[in-house]
């Protein structure tokens, strides 16, 4: 079993920059896929960037040119660098690792964009 910890959320005005961050509780090294998703209040969880065990990255349409998701899996960790954000990126965002076969979930963090 895996437990995903996120930390980096918070408030920022809009066209500024954050970075998500998502650690596993114990060594992934090898193979393994990671995503982050978002839901903003009210609404449903929408994906908004995943990195394949190949490491090909995919963007959601709303957040390409200005989010990045990157690994580090010496650190067991996954990243989201959003730039230029926006107020319709306010949402909780969850982090998502795919290992031998299982999906977990981090516990979720608030981003707030708001002037």
């Known amino acids: 079993q895996v437990q995903l910890v996120e930390s980096g959320g918070g408030l920022v005005q809009p066209g500024g920059s954050l970075r998500l961050s998502c650690a596993a509780s114990?060594?992934?090294?090898?193979?393994?896929?990671w995503a982050w998703y978002r839901q903003p209040a009210g609404k449903e969880r929408e994906l908004v960037a995943s990195i394949s065990r190949e490491g090909v990255t995919n963007y959601g349409d709303s957040v390409k040119g200005r989010f990045t998701i990157s690994r580090d899996n010496n650190k067991n960790m996954v990243y989201l660098q959003m730039n230029s954000l926006k107020p319709e990126d306010t949402a909780v965002y969850y982090c998502?690792?795919?290992?031998?076969?299982?999906?977990?979930w981090g516990q979720g963090t608030q981003v707030t964009v708001s002037s």
């Open positions: 114990r060594s992934i090294a090898g193979l393994n896929a």
């Open positions: 998502q690792l795919l290992l031998i076969g299982n999906y977990y």
